[in-house]
């Protein structure tokens, strides 16, 4: 089992500083928003569906990794918002699937487009900090944000 430089401790420590900046901005932006941070994570959710996968609460909760009565739960609270709503499918009546009304629409395009400008903005750091614990040893000088800026690579 390889042994974990101490190099190797404080890339693991800075990728993980600049997630939780991230997470940070986010959570601020969201409660601005009037929203809990897993409500905007599950309106995302529904409009960010892969093709092919039907928004149903068990997609959901695997996609958002959280139990299915939390899904439930975060549904429930934001219908009652006027958020989302829940239909039956016209293929299989028995199937309920959920859909953003045009207020859910609305307020995830506007929270969507600030985390979007922030990824942009804080996102080479993030990249930098990630390649870092990627490396293999011999790749140090291409990690440096000056090289990533002439490569064009930020």
């Not at 009652?80 to 299989?92: N, S």
């Not at 614990?133 to 291409?142: C, H, N, Q, V």
């Amino acid at each position: 089992m390889k042994k974990l430089t101490l190099s190797d401790y404080q890339a693991l420590a800075e990728f993980r500083y600049q997630i939780r900046r991230f997470l940070h901005f986010s959570e601020q932006v969201v409660k601005k928003a009037g929203l809990e941070r897993g409500q905007y994570q599950l309106m995302l959710a529904i409009k960010g569906m892969p093709p092919g996968v039907r928004p149903r609460i068990r997609e959901l909760a695997t996609r958002m990794q959280i139990r299915h009565h939390s899904a439930v739960e975060l549904v429930n609270r934001l219908e009652a918002g006027g958020f989302v709503h829940r239909a039956r499918a016209r293929d299989d009546r028995r199937e309920v699937l959920l859909a953003l009304t045009p207020k859910g629409e609305k307020v995830l395009a506007e929270l969507a487009l600030h985390h979007h400008d922030e990824l942009r903005s804080a996102g080479p750091e993030l990249v930098t900090a990630l390649r870092r614990i990627m490396r293999d040893g011999s790749d140090t000088a291409l990690l440096h944000p000056a090289f990533l800026h002439e490569k064009g690579k930020s």
